[in-house]
């Protein structure tokens, strides 16, 4: 069974600073995603990742993967207020069942 | 864009009655899912269904929970006798193939059961 822990849980962070989320799952994904929640909203796809060493980037984010330690990154880069939200990862197995990690809490301070 | 559109958005219900949580998939998708979030708490995976039948359910998925898509539009969740800890954010999501295409998930159904 997959299991996906993130950390930290909880982010407090300045504007104009950079940090990394951290995802750690358990075995074989086949995918790796990464969501955006806002308070009483849906999951808004940031990105999916596929293979070993894949990268991406949008905007201030970036998101990484290295399936030999069952890794995944997701790297803020001067972050700015409208940033402030919940994170998911989660992984993919067969079926395309999606088990998600707690969720990452970030706010932005002015 | 197509979406997923989930109804009703906010739904609540006495314990022990029936709800049924409606959604209509993006319309060319052929695998839909049934996601549930407790309030403060991750997303947990429900069911899936491919081709007019469950194709997954987690422990959560218990003999109180069905799914039906009764027309070719319509994906439903019912949940027969509500308790308590049913209270929720219910997502729909659907996907275009099981290993191709991204996840889209509905706005939510919040449910309080009260």
């Known amino acids: 069974e997959l299991k996906v822990e993130q950390n930290p849980l909880f982010l407090s962070m300045q504007e104009g600073k950079n940090y990394t989320i951290y995802c750690n799952y358990s075995t074989t994904s086949d995918r790796l995603y990464w969501y955006r929640q806002d308070p009483g909203k849906s999951l808004e796809s940031l990105f999916v990742l596929l293979s070993n060493g894949a990268v991406k980037q949008e905007g201030r984010l970036m998101a990484s993967l290295d399936t030999k330690a069952r890794l995944s990154t997701l790297h803020i880069t001067a972050a700015v207020h409208d940033l402030s939200a919940t994170y998911f990862c989660?992984?993919?197995?067969?079926?395309?069942?999606?088990?998600f990690g707690e969720g990452t809490q970030l706010t932005v301070n002015p | 864009e197509p979406e997923v559109t989930q109804t009703p958005s906010h739904q609540v219900t006495q314990m022990g009655q029936e709800v049924i949580l409606h959604c209509v998939p993006i319309?060319?998708?052929?695998?839909f899912y049934w996601y549930r979030q407790i309030l403060g708490q991750k997303v947990e995976f429900l069911v899936s269904?491919?081709?007019?039948?469950?194709?997954?359910k987690s422990e959560i998925f218990d003999d109180q929970f069905s799914v039906e898509r009764p027309d070719g539009s319509n994906f439903t969740l019912k949940i027969r006798s509500t308790k308590l800890e049913d209270s929720a954010m219910y997502f729909c999501?659907?996907?275009?193939?099981?290993?191709?295409?991204?996840?889209?998930f509905g706005e939510g159904s919040r449910l309080t059961v009260l």
């Open positions: 269904f491919y081709n007019n039948e469950i194709s997954e």
């Open positions: 319309s060319n998708h052929l695998y």
């Open positions: 989660a992984g993919e197995t067969s079926g395309s069942r999606l088990t």
């Open positions: 999501a659907s996907k275009s193939g099981v290993t191709a295409g991204e996840l889209f």
